[in-house]
């Protein structure tokens, strides 16, 4: 890879956003370089009214093999990481993010990797690819949310096991725990995931957006706040269509 290409790319497919994790040659090992080119160009997706939906995917080998701990103990100190990483929480925009988005996996997503794909709301898979949240095996904690979202996916005990144990799984195992929602070949793979996102802009138009925090936010809060919430958010789009 060049020097010069940004270790995140960036580009639309009509109203389609199409991001690519782009290390290969270090696995797409998460990096602060990363992080920030990340937060930056999901901040623009979620204000571009021309977006109404994401797509997440990975260049070379596999999607994501975690957090790259070359950079552990290097400046900033730990004390000034924490604090930009509060200022700028990557995990939290992704999952507030108001439009739809899937996850293209394939090779493996491991740790932060696979961390960042429960955050998204579809995660589809090439068969083989390899799973797993190891940080327990190296005396540390899943650091990008995957103590929360992994039992929001699957049953609660499997969440500890896959936790505590660290040890990998494939996407058929996951399907079947529910964790990854598709399974697709790796030649259909990308183009697979952009049509599936498409049809959903295509059916739902500008309701994407409310359909998602109903469901994302159903866990969350009462069923009596969610039907009045759901009330609420017809009557703003039955607005919307007579305008």
């Known amino acids: 890879m060049s020097q010069y290409e940004p270790v995140i790319r960036f580009e639309k497919d009509e109203q389609i956003a199409i991001i690519t994790l782009n290390r290969p040659d270090k696995l797409n090992a998460f990096s602060v370089e990363m992080r920030d080119q990340l937060y930056e ?120 096991d896959f936790a505590f144990s660290g040890h990998r799984i494939t996407a058929e195992e996951g399907y079947k725990k529910k964790l990854i929602s598709k399974i697709v070949a790796k030649e259909e793979l990308l183009d697979t995931v952009i049509q599936y996102m498409k049809t959903i802009v295509s059916q739902s138009g500008k309701s994407a957006s409310w359909i998602k925090s109903l469901v994302a936010n159903s866990i969350d809060i009462s069923l009596s706040q969610g039907i009045l919430k759901e009330r609420v958010l017809v009557e703003r789009s039955w607005t919307e269509r007579r305008k």
Request: charged share 20%.
């Open 41 to 160: 160009i999901i901040c623009i997706v979620r204000d571009d009214p021309t977006i109404h939906a994401v797509v997440l995917c990975g260049e070379g080998r596999g999607f994501c093999a975690g957090a790259d701990l070359t950079e552990f103990g290097t400046n900033p100190t730990v004390i000034q990481k924490r604090r930009i990483r509060l200022q700028r929480d990557l995990w939290e925009e992704i999952r507030r993010l108001p439009k739809p988005i899937a996850v293209a996996l394939h090779g493996f997503a491991v740790g932060s990797g696979l961390e960042m794909a429960m955050l998204c709301d579809f995660r589809f898979a090439t068969p083989g690819t390899q799973l797993a949240l190891p940080e327990a095996k190296l005396g540390m904690l899943p650091a990008a949310g995957g103590t929360q979202s992994l039992p929001r996916l699957v049953s609660q005990g499997l969440a500890l």
